[in-house]
């Protein structure tokens, strides 16, 4: 899962949950209003009057409405934005047909391919819409060498799964001196 689904799961959760424990509260206040009892947590007859007292013009009721637009508008935006593809499309040489590889499985393949590369203790890999990015890590002081045998190995990986027009970005990390 990627940092952007996480911290939209994180808002969706929040805001839900906001919205549940407020209708809770709502309904128990008018509940105990309605039986004439005293408030629980609102108090109703201040906010009544303070609520009565107030106009569309006064300065804190045009902040509080353009700070639930602006809430509203970063909730909207990051809803809408588009996380990574769940299928990739493959170059295909026949004309007329397009076929998909599942992103998870192009990231095993390029993960492997990694590991292959002596040096290699261990891999990830994350591909996006035009780039695959693997992190390498191995127990040499110097990276040089794995660097470049492990950024040839993604790159002819990504050409036999017809991903070519994917731009590799290798990272690998070694040992510290």
Do not use: C, Y
Not at 15 to 27: C, E, F, K
Not at 84 to 105: I, K, N, T
Request: glycine content about 10%; hydrophobic content about 50%.
């Amino acid at each position: 899962m990627t940092p952007t689904n996480t911290i939209n799961r994180l808002l969706a959760a929040l805001v839900a949950l906001a919205l549940v424990l407020g209708g809770l509260l709502a309904i128990a206040e008018i509940v105990l209003g309605r039986l004439g009892r005293p408030f629980w947590f609102i108090p109703r007859q201040q906010w009544g009057n303070w609520v009565t007292r107030q106009t569309w013009d006064a300065t804190l009721v045009r902040l509080i409405l353009a700070g639930m637009l602006l809430a509203g508008l970063l909730l909207l935006l990051a809803g809408l934005r588009r996380g990574r593809p769940r299928l990739l499309p493959v170059a295909s040489e026949a004309p007329g047909v397009q076929f998909d590889v599942v992103r998870r499985g192009a990231e095993h393949a390029v993960v492997a391919a990694a590991r292959r590369t002596n040096g290699v203790r261990s891999a990830s890999a994350s591909i996006g819409r035009s780039k695959a990015t693997v992190r390498a890590k191995t127990d040499a002081r110097s990276t040089g060498d794995i660097q470049q045998q492990t950024s040839a190995a993604i790159t002819a990986r990504l050409a036999d799964l017809g991903l070519d027009g994917l731009r590799p970005r290798v990272k690998v990390k070694g040992k510290k001196r």
